[in-house]
C-alpha cells in the first residue's frame, strides 16, 4: 500500500472527508495546524460571484451614465448545519493534536457560536497550561442589526504542543501602524508595532483581486501573520478544512510546505485554479482504498529516510572537523546515483580566505570539474544547514538535481544571530530554486538530524 503523504513528497491537495484523511497522516508530523471549521450557523453557505460588462442595452447604469449588463457566475456553496456539533469536531480536534509536531501550534477559527465550547474542549485535550492566545480578529463590514451589538469579530484559539519547546517568531510577522505615532519616536513610528491579540483586518473584499469566489475565504494577511509566527521556512503546515486553499496560498508564499484537505468539489476546483495562477506546483489526489495509514509505510520508504539520516550524520561530522580546522562549523557531502560518497566538503572561508568558501559552493565547484552535468542532475548534495542564496546559486550552475539538508536557514540564524562572519540570510533556498528553471528537489529539515547539526554551532558564534 502507497502512504497518502510523506515528508519528502510535494505539497498536498487531498479531496475527501478529513475524517478519512487524518488516521492516513503520520505522528507530529505538522508544525502549524490551521481549522476554519463550519461555523454551525445552521444554514447553507453560499456565493455567487458576480461581474459586470459593458453594453449598450444594459440595465444597470455605472459611472458617466454608462449602462451595464450584471452576470452571474457559478455559486459555489457546503453545508453549515449540525445536530450534534461537537460530535463532529471533537474527534477532528483530537487528530490535529496528534499530528502537530512538539513545537507546533493549533489556530483554531470560530465565531461566537461555539468558540467557548470550543475553549473548555481544548483545555481539556491539550491542558490549560498549552493554552497560549485567544486571537480576536476585528472587521467591519457587512449588514448592522438594531437590536443587539452587531457582531464584527472572528475568534482564533491557540493551543500548543508543548507550552516548553514551542516555537513564536515575533520578529517574523508583519507590523502595524502606531495609533499614535507622535508619541513614539520617527523610527518606532516607521518600523510599526508587533500586533497584540486583536488583529484588525478587513475580509476579503468582494471586488478585491484576492478574491476567489469561494465562500468565508479567509484574508491572506490573517493567515500569512499565523504561519510566519509559529512555523519556520521548509516546515509543513495543515488545514483539513481548506476551502479556498488560503493556508496553502501563505504557506507557499513563505517557504513553507502544506496539506489542504477538503470534501467538496467547489473547494478543490477553487483551488486548482488558485495555485495554478500562483505557479504553486501542488499535487491533487484523491485517496483510494489503497491509501496506507502512515504506520503502514512500505519498508524502502522507512530505508530511503534511513539512508538520508546516515549521509546528513556524515555531514555533521565533517562540520565537526571544520570547525576543528578554524572554520565555521559546516559540512556538506555528495552523494552519486548509486548511493556512494562521492566527494565530502568542509568550510574554508577562514583558512583559505575565500569569501565565497561555503561547504555546498565549493562542493559544488569541484563537482563541475569532475563529473559532468548530466550525471550530477542524478545527484545528490547533502549539508548540515539549508543552503544559503549564494550556495543554492553554486548547485543550480552546477546542475545537481537535488538537496538533502538537516536544519533550515531560519534555525541557522537563530543560533548566529547578528554576526560580521556569517550575517545569514532568511531565504529559504525552494524559493532560490524556484526562480530558475530547473526542477531541483528539496528534502529538509529533518528532525532526527537537525539538533546534532546546531549541537555542532555550540558557542561558536
Given at each position: 500500500m502507497t502512504p497518502l503523504w510523506t515528508p519528502d513528497g510535494p505539497d498536498l491537495v487531498v479531496e475527501a472527508d478529513n475524517a478519512h484523511v487524518l488516521p492516513l497522516l503520520p505522528d507530529q508530523a505538522f508544525q502549524v495546524v490551521y481549522l476554519d471549521p463550519p461555523f454551525n450557523t445552521g444554514r447553507r453557505q453560499s456565493r455567487t460571484p458576480l461581474r459586470t460588462t459593458r453594453s449598450a442595452s444594459g440595465h444597470r447604469i455605472g459611472f458617466a451614465g454608462r449602462s451595464y449588463d450584471v452576470v452571474k457566475g457559478a455559486t459555489t456553496s457546503y453545508d453549515d448545519d449540525f445536530a450534534d456539533y461537537w460530535a463532529f469536531l471533537e474527534p477532528r480536534l483530537e487528530q490535529a493534536r496528534r499530528l502537530l509536531a512538539p513545537t507546533g501550534t493549533l489556530y483554531l477559527h470560530l465565531d461566537y457560536r461555539e468558540?467557548?465550547?470550543?475553549?473548555?474542549?481544548?483545555?481539556?485535550?491539550?491542558?490549560?497550561?498549552?493554552?497560549?492566545?485567544?486571537?480576536?480578529?476585528?472587521?467591519?463590514?457587512?449588514?448592522?442589526?438594531?437590536?443587539?451589538?452587531?457582531?464584527?469579530?472572528?475568534?482564533?484559539?491557540?493551543?500548543?504542543?508543548?507550552?516548553?519547546r514551542y516555537h513564536f517568531d515575533a520578529e517574523a510577522v508583519d507590523r502595524e501602524p502606531y495609533l499614535a505615532p507622535g508619541l513614539v519616536t520617527p523610527e518606532k513610528a516607521a518600523r510599526g508595532k508587533l500586533p497584540t491579540d486583536v488583529w484588525w483586518h478587513t475580509i476579503v473584499s468582494p471586488t478585491g483581486r484576492e478574491k476567489t469566489g469561494y465562500p468565508t475565504q479567509k484574508p491572506l494577511g490573517i493567515l500569512r501573520r499565523i504561519v510566519a509566527a509559529s512555523s519556520r521556512p521548509g516546515d509543513w503546515v495543515l488545514d483539513f478544512f481548506a476551502g479556498s486553499g488560503t493556508t496553502g496560498a501563505a504557506a507557499a508564499e513563505l517557504g513553507r510546505r502544506f496539506v489542504c484537505v477538503d470534501s467538496n468539489p467547489d473547494a478543490i476546483a477553487v483551488m486548482r485554479r488558485r495555485f495554478a495562477d500562483a505557479g504553486v506546483p501542488a499535487a491533487f489526489v484523491t485517496p483510494g482504498p489503497e491509501a496506507a495509514p502512515a504506520s503502514a509505510a512500505p519498508d524502502e520508504a522507512r530505508a530511503e529516510r534511513a539512508r538520508h539520516v546516515a549521509h546528513l550524520r556524515r555531514a555533521v561530522e565533517v562540520s565537526r572537523t571544520s570547525r576543528a580546522h578554524g572554520n565555521t562549523p559546516f559540512g556538506a557531502l555528495l552523494v552519486g546515483p548509486d548511493g556512494g560518497v562521492l566527494l565530502e566538503q568542509e568550510?574554508?572561508?577562514?583558512?583559505?580566505?575565500?569569501?565565497?568558501?561555503?561547504?555546498?559552493?565549493?562542493?559544488?565547484?569541484?563537482?563541475?570539474?569532475?563529473?559532468?552535468?548530466?550525471?550530477?542532475?542524478?545527484?545528490?548534495?547533502?549539508?548540515?544547514?539549508?543552503?544559503?542564496?549564494?550556495?543554492?546559486?553554486?548547485?543550480?550552475?552546477?546542475?545537481?538535481?537535488?538537496?538533502?539538508?538537516?536544519?533550515?536557514?531560519?534555525?541557522?540564524?537563530?543560533?548566529?544571530?547578528?554576526?560580521?562572519?556569517?550575517?545569514?540570510?532568511?531565504?529559504?533556498?525552494?524559493?532560490?530554486?524556484g526562480a530558475g528553471q530547473k526542477a531541483i528537489e528539496v528534502l529538509g529539515p529533518f528532525g532526527e538530524v537537525e539538533d546534532e547539526a546546531a549541537t555542532v554551532h555550540e558557542g561558536y558564534w
Open positions: 468558540v467557548h465550547y470550543a475553549k473548555v474542549l481544548l483545555d481539556a485535550l491539550f491542558g490549560r497550561d498549552h493554552f497560549l492566545n485567544e486571537i480576536v480578529w476585528a472587521y467591519d463590514y457587512g449588514a448592522r442589526t438594531k437590536r443587539r451589538w452587531p457582531a464584527k469579530h472572528d475568534t482564533i484559539l491557540v493551543y500548543v504542543k508543548d507550552p516548553a568550510n574554508i572561508e577562514i583558512t583559505e580566505r575565500v569569501c565565497t568558501g561555503h561547504a555546498e559552493a565549493t562542493l559544488a565547484a569541484r563537482a563541475s570539474q569532475l563529473y559532468d552535468k548530466e550525471f550530477l542532475w542524478r545527484c545528490t548534495l547533502y549539508t548540515t544547514a539549508e543552503p544559503c542564496a549564494m550556495c543554492s546559486g553554486a548547485i543550480y550552475w552546477a546542475n545537481i538535481g537535488r538537496v538533502v539538508y538537516a536544519m533550515t536557514e531560519r534555525r541557522l540564524l537563530e543560533l548566529t544571530g547578528v554576526h560580521e562572519q556569517n550575517p545569514t540570510f532568511d531565504l529559504p533556498c525552494r524559493t532560490v530554486f
